[in-house]
T-cell receptor, first 117, second 113 residues
Framework: DTAVSQTPKYLVTQMGNDKSIKCEQN?????MYWYKQDSKKFLKIMFS???????INETVPNRFSPKSPDKAHLNLHINSLELGDSAVYFC????????????????FGNGTRLTVT | DQQVKQNSPSLSVQEGRISILNCDYT??????FLWYKKYPAEGPTFLIS?????DKNEDGRFTVFLNKSAKHLSLHIVPSQPGDSAVYFC????????????FGAGTQVVVTP
């Protein structure tokens, strides 16, 4: 069973378009995240939601808007895509602030490779 | 500002030998450190972690060492196996900011027969 699943796996689109990436977790976690892996391979947090509430919002252009309809889902919508948005986007989830989460704080999805042409 | 650094982008090791991966950090507030392993086209998966109150944590073939005074940690894999070929990410966190992991750039490990 897939724990954290995100769709699509690959996304190729033109500059100026609007696109969405979906993420779902079946682990019963209460916190979900979006991380971005850029061309230099660094993984950097973008957003975090706990029980549908935004708790982490890094310095990300407001063209990026996360939406969490429930605690098992966190979607990422990107408006007016730019070339620099090309990256791999990873969704992740965790149990926020519990002892068990200290042993494995983040479970990642397999990533969405976004290419903007 | 990269607070977690993995200065070796790649490491090649023979099967059966020890793999040693290094990681340095700059933020003395970090109190928990983790290693993640990543295969191509997959997400990172948790491997092993260590709290700042310890200097060693062992789990099977994997051991993580922490030297707080040097702000340095290392991951030892003994013995290395072909299935260990992957990218290994070092990560650190200051737990009041739980979830906001700071990652290094990763080290590509290749285990040769």
């Amino acid at each position: 069973d897939t724990a954290v699943s995100q769709t699509p796996k690959y996304l190729v689109t033109q500059m100026g378009n609007d696109k969405s990436i979906k993420c779902e977790q079946n682990l019963g976690h209460d916190t979900m995240y979006w991380y971005k892996q850029d061309s230099k391979k660094f993984l950097k947090i973008m957003f975090s939601y706990n029980n549908k509430e935004l708790i982490i919002n890094e310095t990300v252009p407001n063209r990026f808007s996360p939406k969490s309809p429930d605690k098992a889902h966190l979607n990422l919508h990107i408006n007016s895509l730019e070339l620099g948005d090309s990256a791999v986007y990873f969704c992740a989830s965790s149990l926020e602030g519990t002892v068990s989460s200290y042993n494995s704080p983040l479970h990642f999805g397999n990533g969405t490779r976004l290419t903007v042409t | 500002d990269q607070q977690v650094k993995q200065n070796s982008p790649s490491l090649s090791v023979q099967e059966g030998r020890i793999s040693i991966l290094n990681c340095d950090y700059t933020n003395s507030m970090f109190d928990y450190f983790l290693w993640y392993k990543k295969y191509p086209a997959e997400g990172p998966t948790f491997l092993i972690s260590i709290s700042s109150i310890k200097d060693k944590n062992e789990d099977g073939r994997f051991t993580v060492f922490l030297n707080k005074s040097a702000k340095h940690l290392s991951l030892h894999i003994v013995p290395s196996q072909p299935g260990d070929s992957a990218v290994y990410f070092c990560a650190a966190i200051y737990r009041p900011g739980w979830g906001k992991l700071q990652f290094g750039a990763g080290t590509q490990v290749v285990v040769t027969p």
